[in-house]
């Protein structure tokens, strides 16, 4: 357990992008319209916490650990999410910018994401069986050797699944997105 310890707090506008956030245990804490781009949140524990309006672009998140955490309109661009600690891991976004974002290998059963912007961002090789992709933009979002059984898609937009390399089992999709599943068969559908 880390030295530093700290409950039920808000931490509003602080800027980690010059000092660091201090490393330890963080718990039902919320950080309301901080700074973290580029910066360091390694090693840290976060559990019931909540994250609004944030920028974590490119922030290193190596061996950190999310304990059933929430991420409201944060940015999250290039966060490389199969650094961080898979112990405990439980993780829910709501209207977040992912692009660009790595959960490559990760076993994120239930994961719900929720408006999210998830262009380029990389879901190969991940375990996401009952994930939630409510209302996200999948533009160029990779999935190769994924378990997406159960998964809803069903109010999702601009993915690219190919069915013969993914495991699709009673995934949900609505008719208009069937398309996202024929691309690469490069047909007309009218």
């Known amino acids: 357990m880390s030295a530093n310890f700290w409950t039920d707090q808000e931490f509003t506008k602080e800027d980690y992008t010059q000092k660091k956030l201090p490393k330890g ?3 039902n804490c919320r950080f309301v319209d901080c700074l973290f781009s580029k910066g360091y949140l390694d090693n840290q524990n976060f559990v019931e916490c909540t994250f609004e309006g944030c920028d974590l672009t490119n922030t290193n998140i190596a ?3 999310f304990n059933e955490v929430t991420f409201m309109d944060c940015k ?3 966060l490389q ?3 961080c600690s898979q112990l405990l891991l439980s993780l829910h976004c709501t209207g977040c910018n ?3 974002a790595s959960f490559h290998g990760m076993d994120l059963p239930r994961i719900i994401f929720d408006g999210c912007k998830l262009h380029q961002t990389d879901f190969s090789e991940a375990h996401l069986k009952q994930a939630g992709f409510s209302g996200c933009d999948l533009e160029n979002a990779l999935f190769e050797n994924t378990n997406l059984e159960q ?3 069903t109010s999702a937009i601009n993915f690219n699944i190919d069915p013969s390399i993914n495991q699709l089992k009673k995934t949900r999709f609505s008719e208009s997105g069937l398309i996202g599943l024929l691309k690469k ?3 007309v559908v009218t």
């Open 151 to 153: 998964a809803d898609f």
């Open 76 to 78: 999250m661009v290039g």
């Open 185 to 187: 068969y490069d047909i």
């Open 81 to 83: 999410f199969e650094t």
């Open 63 to 65: 061996n950190t650990t």
């Open 25 to 27: 245990d963080y718990e």
């Open 98 to 100: 992912l692009s660009v």
